[in-house]
């Protein structure tokens, strides 16, 4: 069985740095591109950042490029988001998803974690 | 970057009523990448439909995809108790994958 558990989020200040993390079971971790997908309190669903199988090709959101970071352990079948620079608008739900492609990047979700909550306020 | 404008907001259905929610894009998706998820609250998205019109593993045969280019289309063609939820469509053919603001299907 699938399963993605999200952690590291939590209440932090505007300015500040928060890592998240999300750890993979129950596939082969490293045949798959993984994204983090995030949704701000009552609203609707925002990709926020993808990567390949081999960290090969990564992207951002707009709304992030130049602030947050994703990457993956392969070896230890986890996947990160760094995020600097905090916003008030970066608070939300964060998602850990898995690309529905194997070996490829298509970029459309089959399995999401239950989402680590990231609250950005002073 | 590619909009995706979903209409209706909310469709107030009864249960066994057909429901036929729009997803509309403001330029052509190529290859009809296009998924529909289904969000109920407190749970994370399920993949419903992806290539538009593909049926994801495990997913009734009463959920059903269609359209191309800019006008796409989920219908439920006969809703059961658990389909009252939030629907989403999302574009993945080209980068920023984004998704539609939502439907909300309730129970009249």
């Known amino acids: 069985e699938v399963q993605l558990v999200e952690s590291g989020g939590g209440l932090v200040q505007p300015g500040r740095s928060l890592r998240l993390s999300c750890a993979a079971s129950g596939f082969t971790f490293d045949d798959y591109a993984m994204h983090w997908v995030r949704q701000a309190p009552g609203k609707g669903l925002e990709w926020v950042s993808g990567i390949s199988w081999n960290s090969g090709r990564i992207d951002y959101a707009d709304s992030v490029k130049g602030r947050f970071t994703i990457s993956r352990d392969n070896a230890k079948n986890s996947l990160y988001l760094q995020m600097n620079s905090l916003r008030a608008e970066d608070t939300a739900l964060y998602f850990c998803a898995k690309d529905n492609g194997y070996s490829g990047y298509d970029c459309y979700f089959g399995y999401w974690g239950q989402g680590t909550l990231v609250t950005v306020s002073s | 970057e590619i909009v995706l404008t979903q209409s209706p907001g909310t469709l107030s259905l009864s249960p066994g009523e057909r429901a036929t929610l729009s997803c509309r894009a403001s330029?052509?998706?190529?290859?009809?990448?296009l998924a529909w998820y289904q969000q109920k609250p407190g749970q994370a998205p399920r993949l419903l439909i992806y290539?538009?019109?593909t049926r994801a593993t495990g997913i009734p045969d009463r959920f059903s995809g269609s359209g191309s280019g800019t006008d796409f289309t989920l219908t439920i063609s006969r809703l059961e108790p658990e389909d009252f939820a939030v629907y989403y469509c999302?574009?993945?053919?080209?980068?920023?994958?984004?998704f539609g603001q939502g439907t909300k299907v309730e129970i009249k």
């Open positions: 999302q574009q993945y053919g080209s980068s920023p994958w984004t």
């Open positions: 290539g538009a019109s």
């Open positions: 330029q052509s998706v190529s290859s009809s990448y």
